[in-house]
């Protein structure tokens, strides 16, 4: 997993089981990964040996405290790499032929119908998580519903509470106004 390369996809293309991430996000959790299968599983080794050096298992609360660290540890370290098997890399803020539509990788402020409140959200995977915004999957029936569009637009997906309809207020990259 190391050594794989990022490949950025064009925004606009979205991949149904495909996690869209920025390269810096891509590298962060390469880097996470490194991290919990070298030094992390040495460290959680560490701690299980000395708590088994303690005696009696049964009743050894570092044991388990140790072994359900592992359990979450492992558990990540699995997340990690699905995610990264089936990430494509997005150009954060790519200025192209799509500049200022939706794509994976945009924050995209929207209105809902009947609602003066604008609402911000990521549009993107729940790893590239942005300040105080929310994320909404591109694969979702929102995320769908805005991918391509741009500011002005109105568009209408189905809930599952039923039809909604929301108009595109802004389009923006991360971290750009």
């Known amino acids: 997993m190391r050594n794989r390369a990022w490949q950025p996809v064009a925004s606009g293309v979205v991949t149904e089981d ?56 492992e558990a990540r370290i699995r997340q990690l790499q699905a995610t990264l098997a089936r990430a494509q890399v997005v150009e954060e803020g790519a200025r192209g032929p799509g500049a200022g539509t939706v794509a994976a990788g945009s924050v995209v402020a929207i209105r809902y119908e009947g609602d003066d409140e604008v609402e911000h959200f990521l549009v993107g995977s729940i790893e590239e ?35 909604l309809r929301v108009e595109v207020v802004e389009v923006s990259a991360p971290g750009q106004p």
């Open 129 to 163: 998580r942005h300040d105080e915004l929310s994320v909404v999957s591109p694969g979702s029936p929102l995320g769908q519903a805005l991918l391509g569009r741009a500011a002005g637009d109105r568009v209408e997906y189905e809930a599952p509470g039923g039809k």
């Open 18 to 73: 495909a996690t869209h991430l920025t390269r810096a996000t891509f590298e962060r959790l390469q880097a996470e990964l490194e991290d919990l299968t070298t030094r992390g599983r040495v460290e959680i080794a560490r701690a299980i040996e000395a708590a088994r050096a303690l005696g009696d298992l049964s009743e050894n609360g570092d044991y388990h405290a140790a072994k359900d660290t592992q359990g979450k540890m």
